[in-house]
């Protein structure tokens, strides 16, 4: 059993860097092509943004959440404010890395390695789960298949995928 959970916390921290690595390179390809001038400081600019957001979310927004947590008697459930505080924090988040010309979707995803696992991370699943998985999950799917253009598919499949 020790092992399982060794493996478990060695695979999720790769996880986490591969997936830090993959929007920053996203970022920087997405400056790149935005950029007519071939050595522009466009791509170290949203790097080194990136990086700052990532910092000032582990040093400033981390310990806010931790404060917030330590503050509730663990008997007593969370408010509807200290819940919403959170969703409120992935929108500013997503404002910010926009802002920054980094994808927004980053912003998102730094803010939640922020949150701690406990009793908050489950109070908000509780609270949104039912509006995710309800509205925005088909909302995505829906928006994102009418988006789609079948007609550009040109080349008959020949049984290669």
Request: aromatic content about 12%; hydrophobic content about 55%.
């Amino acid at each position: 059993m020790i092992c399982n959970v060794c493996c478990y916390f060695v695979i999720a921290g790769c996880c986490f860097v591969y997936d830090v690595c993959a929007w920053d390179l996203l970022a920087i390809g997405i400056a790149l092509s935005e950029r007519k001038a071939r050595y522009s400081y466009a791509s170290l600019w949203v790097l080194l943004s990136s990086l700052a957001f990532v910092v000032v979310c582990i040093l400033a927004f981390r310990p806010l959440v931790l404060w917030m947590i330590h503050k509730t008697p663990e008997e007593q459930p969370f408010s509807e404010t200290q819940i919403y505080i959170v969703p409120t924090g992935v929108m500013i988040s997503t404002f910010i890395t926009n802002a920054l010309r980094t994808h927004a979707v980053f912003g998102v995803f730094v803010y939640g390695l922020v949150i701690p696992n406990g009793p908050l991370a489950a109070a908000i699943v509780e609270k949104l789960e039912d509006f995710v998985c309800g509205l925005l999950l088909p909302l995505f799917f829906a928006i994102s298949g009418l988006k789609t253009n079948l007609t550009l598919i040109k080349e008959p499949l020949d049984g290669n995928l």
